[in-house]
């Protein structure tokens, strides 16, 4: 029986070396990634490379006594150097589109990490991956039509090639088996399949694989949603007056060197008054993680004609400056997207000692609101499953005083700064949640492709019935809001 080693250290190198096997990344809008010139030399090149390095002595050392699958090995090679390519195209651009320099970079990264471990262990890895996908699929439909398990329609769409390789390759292993009902032929997970399918999946849990997975996804959403500004002001109609009460709630003065986090397409940095608010001389850094939405901040800053902000791509957990480099930290809507136990650190590192840190983001509500459970009762039923809420990255109340405490930081205050929410478009709100700030992100991750999609589908369409029979005031929610600063000791 084959049985995939335990994987973790080799997977938690594969994230080091920055190379991504994530097929939801690759394909996450269905568009092309590559010119037709460029896919055909990309192509050639992971088809050349699989060639020299699937040797027989690492045939044997993955496979031992199992028949190699003929195209896996150049299949794998092109799919990760595609996938790598087009992260590297989110983190730079925040586009979709891959050049040739990216795919340099990405066959570069292959390569090293072929080098230093093997090829063999690279496609142990994507084995994992891929097989992962695949039976979580069936685990969650029951079972496949065969046509569209080969075709990938189901739960790899984004795939230009045949899954038939590797349906017979797990037959072949005992994880599924294909069996015929009135003339049609269906894939099912077999009981082997499912202990492979779990312990899969606490492989790529422990390694910390399920968390990057999301991170890639939330980063590409945000990067994709173009509609971002126009609909969130819609959505949160009082926000534009909230950022500027917390501008003046975390004591921005003129001529402080400002640090915001998760800045977007710049609402607190330009309309929230952020960057007036430090004139004659001083300066504004926004950071933020997705590049699509630094492009549009700069769009901005360029139309406003505003000189004193400097807009810089990263991340909450690992800031790029010195120490005590900042008279002041903040952001707004951000917080919640992070790791708490490495951006408050973070944070508190970079601000100087007797500087602020502050932050106003969303709480965690109480959902059981009568049109909301009817709007989102296919979440709830997700949920249900586990006897237990639907999961978000929403925080708790006393979380974030708690880690600034454990930060070190002091005088720290709260302010309550509800959020009105307007339920009002259907596929406006449904797009704006789901698709673009990935409110339930972690309940819909674990679903495949099309299951996802349906889900999508039948928010919109359950909207649209929920507006009909309840009137725009009863469709108005209110999340609990907490603004909150604290102070770096001076000693």
């Given at each position: 029986?084959?049985i995939?080693?335990?994987l ?21 809008s ?8 460029l ?8 088809r050349?490379?699989?060639?020299v ?5 690492e045939?044997?050392r993955?496979?031992h006594h199992l028949?190699s699958?003929?195209r896996?090995p150049?299949i ?9 390519a087009?992260c ?5 651009t925040?586009?979709?589109?891959v ?10 990264r ?6 230093e471990?093997?090829f ?7 084995m994992l991956v891929?097989?992962?996908e ?14 569209e398990?080969?075709?990938?329609s189901?739960h790899r769409p984004?795939?230009d ?9 797990a ?6 088996e294909?069996?015929?009902r009135n003339h ?17 999946s606490?492989m790529?849990e422990q390694?910390g694989y399920?968390?990057q997975?999301?991170?890639?996804l939330?980063?590409?959403?945000f ?5 971002y500004?126009?609909?969130?002001d ?7 007056q909230?950022r500027?009460?917390?501008?003046r ?7 402080m060197r400002v640090l915001?986090?998760?800045c977007?397409?710049?609402?607190l ?12 001389d ?5 950071v933020?993680?997705s590049?699509g939405m630094?492009a ?5 800053q360029q139309?406003?004609?505003?000189d004193?902000?400097e807009?810089?791509?990263?991340r909450?957990?690992?800031l790029?400056?010195?120490?005590g ?10 917080l ?7 951006s ?8 100087r000692p007797?500087?602020?840190i502050g ?5 965690k ?10 709007w989102f ?6 949920a249900?499953k586990r ?6 990255y929403?925080?708790?109340?006393e ?11 002091v005088?720290?205050e ?5 959020i009105?929410t ?10 704006h949640?789901?698709r673009?700030v990935?409110?339930?992100s972690?309940?819909?991750a674990?679903?495949?492709w ?19 029979r309840f009137?725009p005031?009863?469709r108005i929610?209110?999340?609990p809001?907490?603004?909150i600063?604290?102070k770096?000791?001076?000693?």
């Amino acid at each position: 029986m084959f049985i995939f080693p335990n994987l973790s250290n080799e997977l938690h190198a594969m994230q080091k070396a920055g190379i991504v096997i994530s097929p939801w990344l690759a394909g996450l809008s269905g568009e092309g990634r590559l010119d037709a010139a460029l896919y055909h030399t990309m192509s050639t090149r992971t088809r050349e490379f699989a060639h020299v390095h699937w040797t027989e002595e690492e045939r044997v050392r993955v496979l031992h006594h199992l028949p190699s699958p003929d195209r896996i090995p150049q299949i794998a090679a092109h799919e990760i150097v595609a996938s790598t390519a087009v992260c590297l195209a989110h983190e730079r651009t925040g586009q979709v589109d891959v050049d040739e320099s990216l795919v340099d970079e990405a066959m570069n990264r292959v390569n090293q990490f072929v080098t230093e471990s093997s090829f063999g262990t690279l496609l142990q890895l994507y084995m994992l991956v891929t097989s992962w996908e695949n039976q979580n699929a069936l685990r969650h439909f029951g079972e496949i039509p065969e046509r569209e398990y080969v075709l990938g329609s189901w739960h790899r769409p984004w795939v230009d090639y045949s899954l038939g390789e590797e349906l017979m390759f797990a037959a072949l292993l005992g994880n599924v088996e294909i069996i015929e009902r009135n003339h049609h032929r269906f894939v099912r997970l077999t009981e082997e399949g499912r202990l492979a399918l779990e312990r899969a999946s606490a492989m790529l849990e422990q390694a910390g694989y399920f968390k990057q997975r999301l991170q890639f996804l939330r980063i590409s959403q945000f990067n994709l949603y173009d509609a971002y500004g126009q609909v969130t002001d819609e959505i949160w109609p009082d926000t534009p007056q909230q950022r500027k009460d917390f501008v003046r709630f975390v004591g921005v003065k003129p001529g402080m060197r400002v640090l915001e986090l998760g800045c977007a397409n710049g609402p607190l940095t330009f309309e929230g008054g952020l960057a007036e608010a430090v004139k004659p001389d001083g300066q504004v850094i926004a950071v933020d993680p997705s590049s699509g939405m630094l492009a549009r901040a700069r769009t901005k800053q360029q139309s406003l004609q505003i000189d004193r902000v400097e807009f810089v791509h990263g991340r909450a957990e690992s800031l790029l400056f010195d120490p005590g480099s900042f008279d002041l930290v903040l952001g707004t809507g951000f917080l919640h997207f992070t790791d708490l136990k490495q951006s408050i650190p973070e944070m508190t590192r970079v601000v100087r000692p007797g500087g602020m840190i502050g932050s106003w983001h969303p709480l965690k509500a109480n959902l059981n609101v009568p049109f909301f459970r009817e709007w989102f009762a296919p979440l709830f039923a997700l949920a249900a499953k586990r006897a237990e809420p639907p999961r978000d990255y929403l925080l708790d109340s006393e979380v974030v005083r708690s880690e600034m405490a454990a930060a070190g930081l002091v005088h720290i205050e709260e302010r309550s700064m509800p959020i009105t929410t307007l339920f009002h478009d259907p596929v406006k709100v449904v797009n704006h949640f789901i698709r673009g700030v990935g409110w339930f992100s972690e309940e819909l991750a674990p679903l495949p492709w099309k299951a996802r999609e349906d889900l999508i589908d039948d928010l919109i369409e359950r909207g649209t019935f929920v507006c009909e029979r309840f009137t725009p005031e009863e469709r108005i929610f209110r999340f609990p809001g907490q603004a909150i600063r604290a102070k770096r000791p001076v000693n």
